[in-house]
């Protein structure tokens, strides 16, 4: 079964001026090298997630730490997609898709959907599709499905926009199951937080 749509349809445009034209360099413009450009990145520590979706040819995954919140009001977020992951070609073509905000309980999680050349779905026990059809693992505290809004190419990326239609916490003895320690990448390596990485205010 594949995802399904429901709710009103959206209007998905790949115009890059739905975002804004003076942030998307023209070609030739001169700027920071690449590997000045990773290095300092590599010290801005990102929560993790894992984005699951199906678009009718087989369920994808990828792990993500490009996930944000843009709006409330509506509720939309972005995320990123490089063209060379083997995701691409079913998340950047997909109408609905998954976000797993992922705790450092479920780092197998992370890794999973970071390691290249695997099926991230063998564990058929792992995972189940949700009534409107998209791939979701279990024992995640939390999802969030939404529809693609939006979607503009920068670089070898693709930048996608997604409106939340839903989202779940798992239910543990008829309440909702408390967060865990949340997991963030910095330089290249997993991390959780915790009460002994809180600072002083």
């Known amino acids: 079964m594949t995802a399904r749509n429901r ?21 030739g ?9 990773k290095a300092i990145f590599r010290h801005h520590a990102a929560g993790v997630s894992l984005i699951t979706a199906d678009n009718g040819s087989g369920p994808a995954a ?3 730490t490009s996930v944000f919140s843009v709006s409330a009001e509506p509720p939309i977020f972005v995320f990123s997609i490089s063209s060379s992951s083997s995701a691409a070609p079913v998340i950047t073509t997909t109408e609905t898709l998954v976000v797993h905000i992922l ?7 992370a890794k999973l959907g970071a390691t290249s050349g695997v099926d991230r779905f063998a564990d ?13 693992f279990t024992g995640v505290s939390t ?6 809004i939006n979607r503009m190419e920068a670089g070898n990326s693709t930048i996608i926009a997604v ?3 839903e989202t779940s916490q798992t239910a543990t003895d008829g309440g909702t199951r408390e967060h865990g320690a949340p997991l963030v990448y910095h330089n290249r390596t997993w991390h959780s937080l915790g009460e002994h990485s809180a600072l002083d205010s």
Do not use: K, Q
């Not at 959206?10 to 003076?22: G, R």
């Not at 705790?103 to 999680?109: K, N, P, Q, V």
């Not at 792992?126 to 009534?131: A, G, H």
């Open 7 to 27: 709710g009103p349809p959206v209007s998905v445009t790949n115009s890059a001026a739905s975002f804004s034209d003076e942030s998307t360099p023209r070609l």
């Open 103 to 109: 705790d450092a309980d479920r780092l197998d999680l």
């Open 124 to 136: 058929a026990a792992s995972w189940t599709r949700l009534p409107t059809g998209e791939p979701v």
């Open 143 to 148: 999802w969030i499905r939404g529809r693609v």
């Open 163 to 165: 409106h939340a239609l």
């Open 62 to 64: 990828l792990t993500a």
């Open 29 to 37: 413009f001169e700027g920071v090298g690449p590997d000045e450009f």
